[in-house]
């Protein structure tokens, strides 16, 4: 059974900024945690992504919405990813805030 994790990524840059360091910090992402996930998707319609990764042999799919003063990551995890996704948690958010605070 699929499980939705949610995770909310106070930022001050505004949305255009916000969107623009988050496409560099995921293309970078993309290389440096390679032994982890792999992309298969990703599509960005001005402020909202929609991707797939297969992590773990896992698929995985989510949003990303960048709004002006934070960042919601919404994604649906399967049965054996939803059994860690406390620890995913806050990988994700120190990784956000990362990408956020890189000018």
């Known amino acids: ?3 939705p994790l949610f995770v909310s990524i106070p930022h ?9 360091r988050l496409k560099a910090g995921l ?4 290389t440096h945690f390679a032994h982890l ?3 298969q998707e990703e599509s960005w319609i001005d ?3 929609e991707f797939r990764v297969s992590a773990l042999g ?4 989510g949003t990303i919405d960048v709004l002006d003063e ?3 990551l919404q994604v649906v995890l399967p ?3 939803a059994k860690i996704a406390a620890a995913i948690q806050p990988l994700i958010r120190k990784e956000g805030t990362l990408m956020l605070e890189k000018k």
Do not use: I
């Open 79 to 81: 049965w054996l990813l």
């Open 1 to 3: 059974m699929s499980k």
């Open 58 to 61: 896992q698929a995985v799919s």
């Open 37 to 39: 996930f792999t992309v």
């Open 70 to 72: 934070s960042v919601n």
């Open 27 to 30: 293309s970078g992402a993309r």
């Open 47 to 49: 402020n909202h992504l």
């Open 12 to 20: 001050h840059l505004g949305k255009d900024e916000a969107v623009h």
